[in-house]
């Protein structure tokens, strides 16, 4: 775009560069176009001409069959809105087609791509796309720079096969997509890609909120935590919790599973990791060729993608997270993968023995070592199972509930206790959980499925049994501490009661 | 509260002449501003505009286009130091570009650009077509300035050269989409876009930047 | 084109209560200072000096608007020429002389393109301010000169720019002037400028990667003085999205003397 700087003096170098950087623009509104519309080629006007199917994460639009290119016709709409960061956590999210991230774009390399940016009049800023796909300046920033209540429109053909990070590029950049505009496109291979049976859209970003992690209300922007890379959320998809509980991606055993995954940031890069799995082939940097088998946590850099395939063996649910593990435990970016199907206790057996262990001095394997070790687990069992010798108050029941609580039932019913509405009932100030010790117990032990009211709410959801799980002395101290925590108080539970329990059906 | 109750009565009275208004309704031609010289059927081949015509009252009934540049209710003075209204352009094609004098590199080369259009248009055209330079600096582009700039750079009839007060100026850049800007050693800083307007005055063509487009530039001419 | 009874009460009203364009808009002095651009060419002066001029103490409301535009028939909704306002000019007004429900007569006129108001001004015997005229007088806080160092102001600007654009703005003057008396210019509305189409650089990072690296010191941030100031960047960004004729749902402006 700039000419050789070969002039003779600096001055006709600066009026040179002045000169060429700025073409007038020209809303369509006003009396000519910007730069007209281009001229194509008869070869490309030949083309098929189709509109682009958009989807909404964490959903991807169905492969392109088609074995040639064609004129693609892609309407995306830019909006300013109010939208759930948190529960009871509230942010305004500069979007791209009103999700974040936005919507998912899928063509074929060598398609001829002509691009509406639709900025929605009630927008506060102008607003842009830098896609990492297009090849040109800009990535059609500089094309697609679009005030409030107008629409801009650029032609691009998909050179490079790839998954790519679109953005928006408007100064502030980090704050535009801190505020959520971004989002991916896939310019498939001309050959497809492999076929899978589950595709899902999924990207990280970070939100540099005035509030602390959690804090109630409608949230601003904060400006230093940004410039300080300290934000308080990094989450999936836009929200905590977009992707866990009935929200959650699902697959089958046996299935392959395909996950677009991209960073927004505008900060943070991501160690994708699903817990449980194994990615089996891996398109590092959402790159075209799989170069990578078997690998455990990738490397996502922000402004990149990445494109992991696995094949679900066993039910469950996996949970996707960032690595970098405050991240998921204590910033939101966790998701949930839930695997229906039938067991294989080969591939996977679930908890066999849980068993005391003291360590030996005996020479290892030898038969009085083994006896020694069945006394010892019998008599640690018998001390486990009775309150008395084990010396615990109710609080230490509290404690240890505690722990287990926030190592089990956090995920499903929160670390207040107040469950996720729609989803998982409260326990906290639970109507149906104090109302029955009995059944409190025998839910935890048995599981519940089918619908459940609670505080006036129905739940119908599924908690599964837990009694393969705990012992009856963790049971026990759990339901000593829900039943004692969040303002509920009640008397501590018996291990004998919950022993009672769990032998009622056997 | 005086003032208030003043102000109720400028509205009363507001209130009022609106209702003459509507007794009478002003013709829509009224609203609009002042006139071109001759509607563009009439007369062929108008006398070039260096010699400025005197308008003719008469014929400036007939109101501008929606899109016409030419409502643009702005004067400006010519190389001559007469007045030039815009407007008089009408019903010829018009190349037009905003400049400065001084400038060493972008705007010599615009007007070079310009004069090879001119030279290669088919005659007919060439005796239409205008070429109109309107000057960013209003300070020190002074009438024998762009007198002598005419002499210079040899420009013949049909170009019409032009300055302005800072306001005209603005508002014309505006509407063609320049951007410009005084730099602290009185140069400017400016885009460059030579647009082409019909015989109406609206715009049809616009080249952007100081590579190539000729042809199109040409062609929108001669449309 | 009767004048009905509501637009006539609409007026009464407006005088009556004394909104809007009942009460005029006083005038704060702006005292001189200096102005340094967000991103500047080597060849300006790293400080723009701003001579003290007056300002409007608050944006111009629907109600004065009103008034201009039943004084200014070719300013009408309806009469307008494109060239000069695009199609969504006072597009939320209920008609060509009511401002309705959605444009309270002491809210901010938004939707108003360059042209209508430097025309307003020049109705007014004012102007419309320069970029560095605007930016001198905003650069104050509530009780400091410096308002990039008052947290409280700093809150409410980012307060604001965490909201969408509401469906109706409330109305003018009535938050916490500025150390000069000048109400709401941060948190109400964008406000035209008189050069609004002087910037160079685009504020659309990318489109300015071309730049002479000499000549901005960089693309986009990287030319800027102060690179934390990101409500200065938003201003940019959106003067160098206009074009003249256009209008948004958050573009209003005040007038200079």
């Known amino acids: 775009m700039m000419p050789t700087p070969n002039l003779p003096t600096k001055a006709a170098a600066l009026l040179l560069g002045l000169a060429l950087v700025l073409p007038a623009l020209r809303a369509s509104e006003g009396p000519t176009e910007t730069q007209g519309r281009v001229n194509l080629p008869p070869d490309v006007l030949a083309l098929p001409v189709e509109q682009a199917i958009l989807t909404a994460p964490p959903h991807v639009p169905p492969p392109i069959t088609r074995q040639h290119a064609a004129r693609v016709v892609v309407h995306l709409e830019v909006r300013e809105e109010i939208m759930r960061l948190a529960d009871g956590v509230e942010y305004t999210f500069w979007t791209y087609g009103g999700t974040v991230p936005g919507s998912f774009i899928r063509i074929r390399e060598g398609d001829v791509v002509e691009f509406h940016l639709d900025n929605h009049p009630s927008s506060k800023l102008p607003h842009n796309i830098d896609l990492h796909a297009v090849t040109g300046p800009g990535g059609g920033a500089t094309s697609t720079f679009t005030a409030p209540g107008h629409s801009s429109q650029f032609t691009f053909k998909a050179l490079n096969p790839g998954l790519y990070v679109y953005h928006c590029a408007t100064a502030p950049v980090p704050m535009h997509i801190g505020n959520g505009m971004y989002g991916l496109i896939l310019v498939e291979p001309k050959g497809g890609l492999p076929k899978v049976d589950r595709e899902y859209y999924v990207m990280q970003g970070e939100f540099y909120t005035t509030g602390r992690y959690g804090e109630e209300g409608l949230q601003s922007f904060d400006m230093a935590k940004a410039i300080d890379e300290r934000p308080p959320y990094v989450v999936f998809n836009g929200a905590v919790g977009s992707l866990v509980g009935d929200k959650a991606v699902t697959a089958k055993v046996g299935e392959t599973v395909r996950i677009y995954f991209g960073v927004g940031g505008p900060n943070v890069t991501s160690s994708f990791h699903v817990i449980g799995e194994i990615f089996d082939k891996l398109w590092p940097e959402g790159g075209t060729k799989y170069v990578q088998e078997n690998v455990q946590t990738t490397l996502v850099p922000s402004g990149g993608a990445t494109i992991v395939e696995f094949k679900v063996d066993v039910p469950g649910t996996f949970i996707l997270v960032d690595h970098s593990l405050t991240r998921a435990f204590n910033k939101g970016a966790l998701g949930m993968l839930k695997v229906d199907g039938a067991e294989d206790r080969v591939i996977y057996s679930g908890k066999e023995v849980d068993a005391v262990y003291l360590g030996s001095q005996a020479e290892a394997g030898s038969e009085s070592s083994r006896r020694e070790a069945e006394l010892k687990a019998k008599i640690a069992a018998e001390i486990r199972s009775n309150p008395a010798i084990a010396g615990l108050t109710k609080e230490m029941q509290i404690e240890k509930g505690k722990q287990v609580y926030m190592g089990l039932c956090f995920a499903c019913h929160q670390a207040d206790g107040k469950g996720l509405p729609g989803a998982f009932p409260p326990l906290a100030n639970s109507d149906y959980m104090l109302a029955d010790r009995d059944r409190a117990v025998r839910v935890v032990l048995k599981g519940l499925s089918g619908p459940v009211t609670v505080n006036g709410v129905t739940f119908n959801s599924v908690m599964p049994p837990q009694e393969a799980v705990l012992t009856d002395q963790q049971v026990a101290d759990v339901m000593t501490y829900v039943f004692n925590a969040w303002g509920n108080s009640g008397d501590a539970f018996k291990v004998d009661h919950v022993k009672a329990i769990r032998n009622e059906t056997r | 509260m005086h003032l208030k109750s003043l102000l109720l009565v400028a509205l009363l009275l507001t209130g009022r002449s609106l209702l003459a208004g509507d007794a009478a309704p002003p013709s829509r031609a009224s609203t609009l501003l002042p006139e071109a010289p001759k509607p563009a059927c009439c007369k062929p081949a108008p006398k070039p505009a260096c010699c400025p015509a005197t308008p003719a009252p008469a014929e400036a009934a007939l109101p501008f286009t929606a899109e016409s540049l030419y409502q643009l209710d702005v004067s400006f003075t010519d190389d001559t130091g007469k007045a030039f209204n815009l407007g008089e352009l009408r019903g010829r094609p018009v190349a037009l570009n905003l400049f400065f004098a001084s400038c060493g590199y972008a705007c010599p080369l615009t007007v070079t650009d310009l004069l090879s259009v001119q030279a290669n248009l088919p005659a007919d055209v060439r005796e239409r077509a205008v070429f109109v330079l309107v000057s960013f600096d209003t300070e020190r582009d002074t009438t024998a300035v762009l007198a002598q700039y005419r002499q210079q750079r040899q420009l013949d009839g049909n170009w019409i050269i032009l300055r302005g007060t800072d306001d005209a100026v603005r508002e014309l850049a505006a509407l063609v989409g320049v951007k410009y800007k005084r730099e602290a050693d009185g140069s400017f800083a400016h885009s460059n876009v030579v647009t082409i307007l019909n015989a109406q005055g609206e715009i049809v063509h616009q080249r952007l930047g100081l590579r190539g487009g000729l042809e199109e530039t040409a062609a929108a001419l001669a449309r | ?257």
């Open chain 3, 1 to 257: 084109m009767r004048l009905t009874v509501p637009r006539f009460t609409v007026l009464l009203l407006a005088a009556a209560l004394g909104l809007g364009a009942a009460e005029p808009v006083a005038l704060v002095t702006i005292p001189a200072g200096t102005y340094v651009p967000l991103q500047r060419s080597v060849k300006d002066e790293p400080e723009v000096k701003v001579a003290a001029f007056l300002l409007d103490a608050r944006p111009v409301t629907n109600g004065e608007f009103l008034a201009f535009v039943t004084a200014n028939p070719k300013w009408r909704r309806s009469q307008v020429s494109r060239l000069f306002a695009d199609a969504s000019y006072l597009e939320h007004w209920a008609g060509d002389l009511e401002p309705g429900p959605r444009a309270p007569l002491d809210a901010p006129v938004v939707r108003v393109s360059w042209f209508a108001a430097r025309a307003y001004a020049r109705a007014h015997g004012k102007r419309l301010p320069t970029t560095a005229e605007w930016e001198l007088a905003a650069a104050a806080g509530y009780t400091r000169p410096d308002g990039a160092n008052d947290e409280e102001l700093s809150r409410d600007l980012y307060a604001w720019l965490a909201r969408p654009v509401p469906a109706v703005h409330r109305a003018v003057a009535t938050g916490r002037p500025n150390l000069h008396g000048a109400y709401d210019l941060h948190g109400l509305v964008w406000e035209w400028v008189d050069d609004f189409n002087t910037a160079m650089v685009t504020g659309e990072s990318r489109g300015d990667s071309g730049l002479e690296r000499d000549l901005f010191c960089g693309a986009g941030a990287v030319g800027a003085k102060d690179t934390s100031n990101y409500a200065a960047f938003m201003r940019s960004a959106l003067r160098s999205s206009l074009k003249a004729n256009n209008t948004t749902t958050s573009l209003g402006f005040r007038c200079a003397k």
